[in-house]
């Protein structure tokens, strides 16, 4: 991606900013911001900033490889009054909820457990268990564990400090066991050790 396609996006993004009011969007707008968007292989969300009253959010869809590429979007934004933007998913205050549209699933978090194991080369590997999971296909059980991990620790602390995800029925070992809100302290400390 070149600087003047960002740069175009931004001058047209600023101009248009009116038209992505959530409770008033334009939806030719949207769809032309997705159209740009998805161009670059990337997604985005509109909603609620937490200093100003918008946001947008350009995500690499979890794609550590395109970190760097929504980084450098992001970092030639323009300032607006009512906006705030990020190169990734921001952890979410209601992240133990979530829905699975096409399965057509509510579910919740708050009484998953984990066990965060730490290898010799540093890597960081998480074992997770979430019960009220158990009747799902695997494809859907690693979607629903990907989507309440970025909703609690972001997308870029989820990709940069959690190298395996596994999701299991049982613990072997039952020492270590922890609940799923704590996590992100939990990675805090082991970043702050290493």
């Known amino acids: 991606m070149l600087d003047f396609q960002i740069t175009e996006f931004w001058n047209w993004f600023a101009k ?7 409770s008033n969007f334009d939806k030719g707008l949207m769809k032309e911001l997705d159209h740009k968007i998805v161009n670059w292989e990337l997604s985005w969300e509109i909603g ?57 699933l509510e579910f919740e978090a708050t009484d998953w457990t984990y066990i965060l194991l730490q290898y010799p080369d540093d890597k960081v590997e998480i074992l997770v268990k979430a019960d009220n999971l158990k009747s799902l ?22 990709m940069t400090q959690l190298d395996f995800i596994d999701i299991v029925n049982d613990f072997e070992n039952e020492n270590e066991i922890t609940e799923i809100q704590f996590l992100p302290k939990h990675l805090k400390e082991i970043k702050k050790g290493s």
């Open 48 to 104: 609620p900033g937490f200093t100003k009253e918008y946001s947008l959010t350009l995500s690499p869809n979890g794609n550590i490889n395109l970190l760097a590429q929504t980084n450098n979007i992001i970092d030639q934004a323009p300032m607006l009054d009512a906006w705030e933007f990020y190169s990734s998913k921001q952890p979410k205050q209601n992240w133990q909820r979530a829905k699975l549209i096409d399965k057509g």
């Open 137 to 158: 296909d695997k494809n859907s059980k690693e979607i629903a564990v990907d989507l309440i991990l970025t909703n609690l620790l972001g997308e870029q602390i989820k």
């Open 16 to 22: 248009n900013s009116n038209g992505f009011d959530p």
